[in-house]
């Protein structure tokens, strides 16, 4: 699954590797938890890229309750083209979720926090989707939720899912409302390549979102 992840982006960076016609103002983020307020990356009316800000955990715009968005911070590729909560979204309403890395917990007596970044330190991008709720006042509300598949070698050890990693190749067929189909979709929803991860033992300060230093990513005797 997905329940934390950082980004830790220059603005430079996030414009350049993800297509984005101005530089974003931006702040590093350590420790993003399910209901706070994220970046991601959508396509406009005007096909142009646009980065915006949503709550994280989908709010289907058929919704009578907000708080349904708690649940739903996650949504499984096998099922995502059928799932009411999503199958509307996933047609038409794609995102982008840039990040630096990801935790994720063993499922063991003892849960170790682990941090997943790329081998290489260039960013990642998670696929999401994302819906519009509107509210008894009139206001909107713009949320998402991030895709997973089945864990890859490297991630298999300390969980049996992981997001779904979009490579920048396949940036534009994500994003495009034009695309519809899900056959054309679901080939992105393979396990990330595990020699293109790398993985390593965190403190269990990141088990509490009000952490957010850079403590949280450092390494620790496993």
């Not at 979204?89 to 849960?111: E, L, M, N, Q």
């Not at 994500?174 to 992105?188: M, S, Y």
Request: proline letters at 9%; aromatic letters at 10%; one cysteine or more.
């Amino acid at each position: 699954m997905c329940g934390r992840f950082t980004i830790i982006l220059p603005p430079e960076v996030l414009a350049e590797i993800f297509g984005l016609p101005e530089l974003p103002r931006i702040e590093a983020r350590y420790n993003i938890a399910p209901t706070q307020e994220v970046v991601v990356i959508r396509q406009n009316a005007e096909g142009l890229r646009q980065l915006v800000t949503m709550k994280w955990g989908l709010i289907p715009s058929w919704a009578k309750d907000p708080h349904i968005g708690n649940k739903l911070i996650n949504a499984r590729c096998e099922s995502v083209h059928e799932k009411p909560a999503f199958r509307q979204a996933i047609c038409t309403r794609r995102c982008v979720i840039p990040a630096s890395g990801f935790y994720d917990w063993t499922h063991t007596d003892k849960k170790i926090p682990f941090y997943v970044s790329m081998a290489d330190g260039s960013p990642m991008a998670f696929a999401g989707i994302w819906d519009s709720w509107k509210a008894p006042d009139g206001s909107r509300l713009e949320s998402f939720t991030i895709l997973t598949t089945n864990a890859n070698s490297l991630i298999a050890p300390i969980h049996d899912r992981m997001p779904v990693i979009l490579h920048p190749a396949e940036f534009d067929l994500w994003l495009d409302r034009d695309i519809t189909e899900p056959e054309k979709l679901t080939r992105l929803y393979q396990p990330y390549p595990s020699d293109l991860l790398r993985a390593w033992p965190v403190s269990s300060l990141v088990n509490s979102p009000r952490n957010e230093t850079p403590a949280c990513i450092e390494q620790t005797v496993s």
